[in-house]
């Protein structure tokens, strides 16, 4: 379920980019780069055992 907001941050920054608010959509975008960064960090830790 978690893993859904990536994808819906992802599409309103495409969104924003395609009505030309480019700030907003750095911002959102720069939001889902976050999200996947903690989501694989916590991933990689908990269920594939790397440490980073």
């Given at each position: 379920?978690?893993?859904?907001?990536?994808?819906?941050?992802?599409?309103?920054?495409?969104?924003?980019v395609w009505f030309?608010?480019?700030?907003?959509?750095?911002?959102?975008?720069?939001?889902?780069?976050?999200?996947?960064?903690?989501?694989?960090?916590?991933h990689a830790n908990?269920?594939?055992?790397?440490?980073l």
């Open positions: 379920m978690y893993m859904f907001l990536p994808f819906l941050t992802a599409f309103i920054g495409l969104i924003l030309e608010k480019r700030i907003a959509a750095l911002f959102v975008l720069a939001i889902t780069v976050g999200i996947l960064m903690v989501w694989f960090r916590f908990s269920h594939l055992n790397i440490s």
